[in-house]
């Protein structure tokens, strides 16, 4: 059974405050995906990596980075949090090389930056 | 541009009623998948659907896939309750991209 784990559910920075959302899975899985969700703009990409420290920009990757220094778990960084980026954080990972491509996500964080 | 459209975007129905969830996209795309959301939760994989023709059921919601019109639908029958849910397909990029485009959802309420 796929598990992939977010390490806050919900959390709440100030503007300009450096924040790190963490993401682990546990089945050995390439790709690893951060979305953000918000109300009517469906899912968008901010960055994905199919490798240990690799990575590629998403749709939306302006404010944030990521870090990939082990397989299993994948950062996604805010170097300077503002309101615009408060939203729920959504983080999955697909194996490579499976016909389906299939994506199992985490629990998400719900971020608040005031 | 890529785009995934679904429509409704809210739909309020009856119990025991059924409604099909539209799923329009732009492109090209090898896999079509669909996904529920609880209020507060995340994403829960409902479907994968791999080619022209596939159609896929659990329960009371089928899904199927034209990849020639380029459309998704997943089917309620017989609504209940426990099916209130945000419904999201999304299709994954050509081979080689790892980019999946997602729909804007589409909101349903089963009124009992």
């Known amino acids: 059974d796929v598990k992939v784990t977010q390490s806050s559910r919900y959390l709440v920075k100030r503007t300009g405050e450096k924040v790190f959302l963490e993401c682990v899975q546990d089945?050995?899985?390439?790709?690893m995906f951060w979305y953000r969700q918000d109300p009517g703009l469906g899912l968008r990409l901010i960055y994905f990596?199919?490798?240990?420290?690799?990575?590629e920009k998403g749709d939306i990757p302006e404010g944030y980075s990521v870090s990939r220094e082990k397989k299993e778990r994948f950062s996604l960084i805010l170097e300077s949090a503002s309101t615009n980026q408060t939203s729920m954080y959504l983080c999955?990972?697909?194996?490579?090389?499976?016909?389906?491509?299939?994506?199992?996500f985490g629990p998400g964080t719900r971020l608040t930056v005031l | 541009e890529l785009k995934v459209e679904q429509n409704p975007l809210f739909l309020s129905m009856q119990e025991g009623k059924n409604y099909t969830i539209y799923c329009n996209y732009s492109?090209?795309?090898?896999?079509l998948y669909w996904y529920r959301q609880d209020p507060g939760k995340s994403l829960e994989s409902l479907f994968v659907?791999?080619?022209?023709?596939a159609v896929k059921q659990e329960g009371r919601l089928m899904a199927s896939l034209d990849t020639k019109a380029r459309l998704s639908t997943l089917h309620i029958t017989a609504a209940v309750h426990d099916l209130s849910a945000t419904y999201f397909c999304?299709?994954?990029?050509?081979?080689?991209?790892?980019?999946?485009?997602f729909g804007t959802g589409t909101r349903l309420k089963v009124l009992a």
């Open positions: 999955a990972s697909t194996p490579l090389g499976q016909i389906d491509n299939e994506q199992f």
């Open positions: 089945m050995d899985h390439e790709n």
């Open positions: 990596s199919y490798d240990v420290k690799m990575k």
């Open positions: 492109t090209t795309s090898d896999r």
């Open positions: 659907l791999l080619s022209n023709g």
């Open positions: 999304a299709v994954d990029m050509p081979s080689g991209t790892y980019k999946y485009i």
